[in-house]
């Protein structure tokens, strides 16, 4: 298998808060609804999920710095995006996902 792709760092020193409920009414809402659009572009911002069900024990408590850094890597790494009955995008786990993001958790 070929060597990772990683992507620059300088981009990731953003640090935004919002309120968490889950009312549509809220920033948080709006702002992950926002992002899912993003999804499969550099724009993603680190809110949405954009993950599938074999690594959502990694990402569930990962931040959005930590998001936007792997979504990154999945798009440099040409992890394949797809799309869900809800027209979601979503990135396709594959060895090369697998590996990014067992190599992110496991270093930190």
Do not use: C
């Not at 620059?8 to 020193?13: A, D, Q, V």
Request: cysteine-free; glycine content about 2%; hydrophobic content about 35%.
């Amino acid at each position: 298998m070929k060597q990772i792709i990683k992507p620059k760092l300088e981009s990731y020193n953003y640090n935004i808060q919002v309120n968490f409920p889950n009312s549509k009414k809220t920033n948080w809402y709006k702002l992950r609804k926002l992002d899912q659009s993003f999804i499969g572009t550099s724009e993603y911002m680190g809110f949405a999920w954009f993950w599938d069900h074999e690594i959502k024990y990694y990402m569930r408590e990962a931040t959005a710095k930590q998001k936007k850094y792997i979504h990154d890597s999945f798009i440099l790494n040409k992890v394949p995006l797809k799309q869900d009955i809800d027209k979601s995008n979503y990135f396709k786990t594959n060895n090369v996902a697998l590996k990014i993001v067992e190599n992110y958790f496991n270093k930190t």
